[in-house]
């Protein structure tokens, strides 16, 4: 099972444990309205246990069931439309099935409309809000909403982190020949393909820069099996496999090149109007002064030899030692290795 099922799974689970919580909440509230002296009371037949198993079954039954088409289908279909337009679609398909629902049950006999309509409109609120969060979650990148949501990081932690600073190849001519409308859209692509592989290798897409995306590892993460390496050559792998797509839509199939490092950063929310998560520290600068390199050595990647010998990945790539290395802004010099697959 790869990550990105993995990251769906476990937002359906909350999804269902959420709604089922809902359900419970719902029948509790209904119950404390209908013992209050200013109630008629409860109808005849009526039984709590049973009134909790209906609320909760129901919230069991419309999570497994919208719950899935929302984390499987509205969320991958529907990815590069805005947030309010799968929030109100949503809501607005809900809305349906329930008048549906209700116009079954009043063929079937006489329900209580009122009590419907009112349980339609809490859950056609709850699914809308589900929406939302679902796509904020996506917005800052899987599980940092929840870090900021609990204060992870209001108080700056140290933590080693790998990071990987990916380019696009001659990025101001491509833009010049596409026009920035049209170059916006290749960009708005790219950066949609990468994410699968990004994802399937534990990675976390920290930033955007203009033409190129800073991803970040727990350190544990990136070491497992190369992964951080291993996501390099999937990216390249995903965006040689869409050519024919980059090629009718732009002319160009977008080539890049990356550098990659670890280190001991600071970790810590920044910002007041718009609060995030940053990493600082030295190891983003030398990455990115290890990135600046490929150009000049003519090299797709170039790890830090500190890095590679804690991959210990010597037997599945080839390396080329690029000695010794001043880089700029920096007194020290640094042992680079340059990679490519085995062939």
Not at 315 to 326: P, V
């Amino acid at each position: 099972m790869n990550r990105r099922m993995q990251f769906k799974i476990k937002q359906l689970c909350i999804i269902i444990v959420s709604w089922m919580v809902i359900g419970f909440i719902i029948a509790v509230y209904d119950h404390l309205v209908l013992m209050t002296h200013s109630a008629q009371g409860p109808a005849p037949g009526y039984s709590f246990p049973i009134a909790l198993a209906i609320n909760m079954g129901a919230g069991l039954f419309g999570s497994i069931v919208g719950g899935s088409v929302l984390v499987f289908y509205i969320n991958v279909k529907y990815q590069d439309k805005s947030y309010a337009y799968t929030v109100i679609a949503v809501t607005l398909s809900f809305i349906l099935i329930i008048i549906i629902i209700n116009i079954i049950l009043s063929m079937m006999g006489k329900p209580d409309l009122l009590r419907m309509a009112k349980n339609g409109l809490v859950w056609s609120v709850i699914v809308a809000i589900t929406q939302f969060l679902i796509q904020i979650n996506s917005k800052f990148g899987h599980g940092i909403f929840w870090d900021i949501i609990r204060g992870k990081y209001n108080t700056p932690k140290e933590e080693r982190r790998i990071f990987m600073f990916l380019d696009i190849n001659s990025s101001t001519s491509i833009a010049e020949k596409l026009g920035d409308q049209k170059y916006h859209e290749l960009l708005k692509d790219f950066f949609s393909d990468i994410t699968n592989p990004i994802i399937d290798n534990k990675g976390e897409i920290y930033q955007y820069v203009g033409d190129e995306v800073v991803v970040a590892w727990k350190y544990e993460d990136g070491i497992e099996n190369g992964k951080c390496i291993n996501c390099f050559f999937d990216i390249k792998t995903q965006i040689n496999s869409l050519q024919e797509k980059y090629l009718k839509l732009y002319g160009v199939v977008p080539a890049f090149k990356a550098g990659i490092h670890c280190g001991k950063v600071i970790a810590g929310e920044v910002g007041i109007i718009k609060r995030d998560i940053t990493y600082s520290g030295d190891v983003l600068n030398t990455t990115s002064r290890i990135q600046s390199l490929c150009k000049e050595f003519n090299q797709e990647i170039i790890a830090s030899a500190d890095l590679i010998t804690e991959l210990g990945i010597t037997s599945n790539y080839n390396l080329q030692t690029l000695g010794s290395i001043k880089l700029r802004g920096k007194e020290k010099e640094m042992m680079l290795v340059a990679l490519a697959p085995l062939h």
